[in-house]
């Protein structure tokens, strides 16, 4: 076989996007991106955060799957009351694996393993569905007395025209609890990335801010965009309360409405995931001075690094003391896994397709198994996810996906999203830390040979699986048993499939050896397609 490095990417390019009719291709092409730098400055443009083109596999979900099943749902306490058909509230009812821990709360509510939908029929859809969505609030109140009512609106809502705001306003006056709708039909925008943004908006609106009460803690912050998948934000808790850092609220893993409320009380926003959650970081800035950073807990490099930018910002000696000791601690069985893990592993390929900031994040994990990511995509992300600080952040297109035909990055560079260099980017610091850092994808990954690829289609994910033959494919369950199927290992990003956590030092060395063991199995080789055994049926499909 050839190894990846005599290929030439541009070529290999052309002969994926050659298949397409030729419009297509064209708009392809400027999501499909060979890694390169343009400058000194910037990295070679990438389309991004605009329309799927119709009739293309596309791996991305929407709008209402970014508001209530993303943001919201991993909140234990509120009752989140999808308005709409059953199966939008089924198909969202934790297939994202978030978990939760309600004996630290002290009502210990937990409504998360309940599904709760108002289940519109044909009637409904004829004659309203106002008077419906009443009755199951009523109900949801009366069963479960909630702290909290939040309600979804799905794509018949918004074509039907019910007026969910005017019904929570009522049931909020008439049952004296928190009640409010959210208008995330799913065909708003382009992608979840629309419901992210219509989340934080109503977090912000109707929830934070409202208990001022002062916790202990001497260093007291928030974890912004981590959503405990596996148990992730379990181990990241777990890891700061070794420091002495205490988190007052995650958004949204593992939390609870008490914990929104009192948020604004905390000195730092630590941000995880940029992209769903960016939006609340900024209004908090602004309006009750938090100041933001990211930080990354996946890979123990970055844990250390953001460990590090975390005490530094306190600029506290006993903090930065601690937190060394904490590193030095934790590094002895992750330098002797990763040596180990290395020995199987070193050189080869992954690829990974995933949302709006693990496609990135998990890079680092690859790398300290000696792995190399020869591809990697988002299905959401906006183009400073991928070419970093360069970029100005999120000129969000999401809500008027009418005029994205006009928004074309080589059409019109300025106005996509203007450039501007780094002088003059707004660099707030803090103890010789940088805050508002934009760092992408792009800048991480190895020039020339390696693909960003935004919104990859079906097509050209079987194309680039037999050009490269990667040793393990990333994704989620929409694309797993299409690469099974190719003989090779699929590990779910998403999800984790059952495994987890990942995050932070312990995470890291779980993550190694699941990775090796799927790699590593014999079972791919026992594993051969229908065609490869039968090529006359190759021919009979033709
Ligand atoms: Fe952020 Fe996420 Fe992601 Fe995301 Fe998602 Fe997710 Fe994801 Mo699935 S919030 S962007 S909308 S890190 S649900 S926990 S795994 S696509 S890469
Ligand atoms: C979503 C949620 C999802 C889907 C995962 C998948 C998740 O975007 O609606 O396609 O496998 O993480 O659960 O991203």
């Not at 018949?156 to 909020?172: A, C, F, K, N, Y």
């Not at 908006?201 to 912004?224: A, P, R, W």
């Not at 992730?232 to 700061?240: G, H, N, S």
């Not at 260099?421 to 010789?432: F, I, K, L, V, Y």
């Amino acid at each position: 076989a050839t190894s990846w490095r005599e290929l030439d990417p541009e070529e290999v390019k052309k002969g994926i996007m050659a298949k397409y009719p030729p419009k297509v291709a064209r708009k392809r092409s400027k999501h499909f991106v060979v890694n390169k730098k343009k400058d000194e400055q910037s990295y070679e443009p990438i389309q991004a955060n605009v329309r799927t083109i119709p009739g293309i596999i596309s791996q991305r979900g929407c709008c209402y799957a970014g508001c209530k099943g993303v943001v919201m749902g991993p909140t234990r306490d509120i009752i989140n009351l999808t308005h709409g058909p059953i199966g939008c509230g089924f198909y969202s009812w934790l297939t994202r694996r978030n978990q939760t821990d309600p004996s630290t709360t002290p009502d210990g509510h937990n409504f998360m393993t309940y599904c709760f939908s108002t289940d519109i029929e044909d009637k409904e859809v004829i004659f309203g569905g106002e008077k419906k969505l009443k009755q199951a609030i009523q109900e949801a109140f009366d069963i479960f007395k909630p702290k909290m009512i939040s309600v979804f609106s799905t794509c018949p809502i918004g074509l039907i025209g019910d007026d969910i705001h005017s019904v929570t306003r009522e049931m909020q006056e008439k049952l004296g609890i928190t009640i409010f709708g959210f208008s995330c039909e799913g065909y708003k925008g382009v992608s979840q990335s629309a419901g992210h943004h219509v989340a934080n908006n109503g977090l912000f609106m109707h929830v934070i801010g409202q208990d001022d009460t002062v916790q202990e803690g001497e260093y007291k912050v928030n974890l912004l965009g981590e959503y405990n998948i596996g148990g992730d934000e379990f181990i990241i808790d777990e890891l700061f309360e070794k420091c002495g850092i205490k988190i007052i609220s995650t958004f949204s893993g593992n939390s609870s409405v008490d914990h929104f409320r009192n948020s604004h009380t905390a000195d730092l926003n630590l941000i995880m995931c940029h992209r769903s959650i960016n939006y609340v970081a900024d209004m908090m800035e602004e309006k009750y001075g938090i100041p933001w950073m990211k930080i990354n807990f996946l890979g123990a490099k970055s844990t250390a690094a953001s460990l590090r930018k975390i005490a530094q910002y306190y600029g506290d000696q006993k903090l930065i003391d601690r937190v060394e000791e904490v590193i030095a601690e934790e590094m002895v069985d992750v330098e002797k896994a990763q040596a180990d893990v290395q020995t199987r592993l070193k050189g080869k390929l992954a690829m990974m397709f995933v949302g709006g900031s693990r496609a990135h994040h998990y890079q680092e994990l690859f790398n300290e198994m000696g792995m190399q990511t020869i591809a990697a995509g988002y299905e959401f992300a906006h183009r400073d996810d991928y070419e970093g600080r360069h970029v100005l952040p999120s000129i969000t297109v999401d809500s008027d996906s009418r005029n994205i035909e006009e928004l074309d990055v080589e059409k019109d560079p300025t106005r996509y999203n203007p450039r501007i260099p780094e002088d003059e980017m707004e660099q707030e610091e803090r103890h010789g830390i940088k805050l508002k850092t934009y760092d992408g994808m792009m800048p991480d990954m190895e020039e020339n040979f390696t693909y960003s690829i935004d919104d990859i289609s079906q097509y050209e994910t079987e194309k680039m699986i037999e050009i490269y033959k990667p040793a393990i494919f990333c994704a989620g369950i929409k694309e797993k048993y299409m690469v099974q199927k190719h003989g090779m290992p699929m590990k779910q990003l998403h999800s984790y499939d059952s495994g987890g956590p990942y995050a932070v030092f312990k995470g890291a060395i779980n993550f190694y050896y699941e990775i090796d063991r799927m790699i590593n199995s014999k079972v791919w080789g026992h594993i051969r397609a229908p065609w490869e055994e039968n090529p006359e049926l190759a021919a009979m499909y033709a």
